[in-house]
């Protein structure tokens, strides 16, 4: 098989590990990343996962959401709590728009649904690299400005939130967009439909969700969301 037209160098150099526990759909997806000279690495369930998290951080991790029939929301948790690696879900032909909108929002860079469509899938994990290689770009990250209201204090090159008592909160991928969403139109009135386009988070996720995104950001910035002084 020919090489994939336009993959990028950073594409081949990047250690994918691929964590589900259907032996089939894992293998076929291993196999065909590797049939693009793309390193793949195996793992049946959290277990293995872990270990090859042990080794060092690869460069993308892709999971089945319901990975070991728990919590289907609680392993992205676990590695978003722990490492900042991107993360493709993929999500049952059944699951509805909130199903992927939690995911988003907990973390998971994007998300496909099953049956695989296996180009689909490697075309998502080169977006997936590119828009991280261009924000870890050292040009990029000298122009990321950081940001002061109220007390607290942002970070955007390390997306670093700290109330203020100099206490670190942490913030999932869509609470984050939404708050540079605030910060980078201070003073404005800003409409759902505004803030769908500055989160950008996935073309898929409803509107409604910005309403979900907007009171667990007030929450964490311990404000009353029946009374909201910062947004």
């Given at each position: ?198 989160t950008h988070i996935h073309d898929d996720v409803f509107d409604r969700s910005i309403d979900v995104q907007i009171l667990r950001l007030r929450r964490k910035l311990k404000t009353d969301p029946s009374a909201p002084q910062i947004i």
């Open positions: 098989m020919a090489p994939f037209e336009h993959a990028s160098a950073n594409l081949f150099a990047t250690r994918i590990v691929v964590a589900d526990d259907d032996p089939v759909i894992r293998k076929r997806i291993v196999d065909y990343l590797e049939s693009y000279g793309v390193r793949a690495r195996a793992a049946s369930g959290a277990i293995e996962l872990e270990r090859e998290m042990l080794v060092g951080d690869p460069g993308l991790i892709i999971f089945d959401i319901q990975l070991g029939h728990t919590d289907r929301f609680s392993l992205l948790r676990k590695l978003r709590s722990r490492t900042d690696v991107p993360i493709i879900v993929t999500i049952g032909h059944g699951c509805d728009e909130i199903d992927r909108a939690v995911g988003l929002e907990l973390g998971a860079d994007d998300y496909v649904t099953k049956p695989l469509n296996l180009r689909e899938l490697l075309a998502r994990i080169r977006a997936v690299l590119r828009r991280r290689e261009n924000v870890s770009s050292p040009k990029r990250k000298a122009m990321q400005p950081t940001y002061r209201f109220g007390g607290w204090h942002l970070s955007s090159r390390i997306r670093k939130l700290t109330d203020p008592d100099g206490c670190r909160v942490a913030l999932t991928k869509g609470e984050y967009a939404m708050l540079m969403a605030f910060l980078e139109a201070p003073q404005r009135i800003l409409t759902r439909e505004h803030l769908l386009r500055a």
